[in-house]
């Protein structure tokens, strides 16, 4: 069997991702979405995550825990190692990451795609203000670090969710591999997207 296509999703705070990437999730059970390690407390709000101390963080990193990690933000963020053998299987991995690995994870994974979400600098500002976990000096800090280069490359697909929401989404199914012979053992579909508050944050 053909290994799993890995799919990163990128792109500036306040873009949407977790909003398109709940909706791969309702569409395509067949995919694999890990849950990401970040030192930062759950009751912190946005997506499911598991948090963990800055200590602990380290100690699963040495412990050799995670496929890929990365820090932004003053957090550690970090992908569980479990995505190895979902990938061996043939089935496929997305997760929320950061610009700072595609280098790393083409190296070592020859079927990557990177999606990036975008969006006006201004949509970005009115939903890091509105989602509430920053206070001003974080939200012109993550804004600077929006500026920064967009990925390129033939295994590159950018996503405006500046557009309406419908368009977005259809534009970021779009973009993801075709259901991979390992769908048959997939879980089943939730029946509903996870609201998220605000919305698209």
Known sequence: MNPGTLIVVVGPSGAGKDTLIDAARAARPDIFFPRRVITRP?????????????????????AG??????????????????????????RHVLFNGSRSVIGAL??????????????????????????GREDAADIRARLARAGFATPEGPDVTVIDNGQPLDAA????????PGPSA????????????????????
Not at 116 to 122: D, G, K, N, W
Not at 182 to 201: I, L, N
């Open 42 to 62: 759950e009751e912190a709000g946005g997506e499911a995550f598991t948090g963990v101390s800055a200590p602990e963080f380290a100690a699963r990193e040495a």
């Open 182 to 201: 390992a769908s048959a053992s997939a879980p089943a579909a939730p029946a509903s997207m996870p609201r998220k508050e605000p919305s698209r944050a």
């Open 106 to 131: 083409r190296a070592t994974h020859s079927g990557l795609r990177v999606i990036v979400v975008t969006a006006a600098p201004e949509v970005l500002a009115e939903r890091l203000a509105a989602r």
């Open 169 to 176: 989404v259809a534009a970021f199914l779009a973009a993801l």
């Open 65 to 90: 825990g995670f496929a890929t990690l990365w820090h932004a933000h003053g957090l550690a963020y970090g992908i569980p190692c479990e995505i190895a053998p979902v990938l061996a299987s043939g």
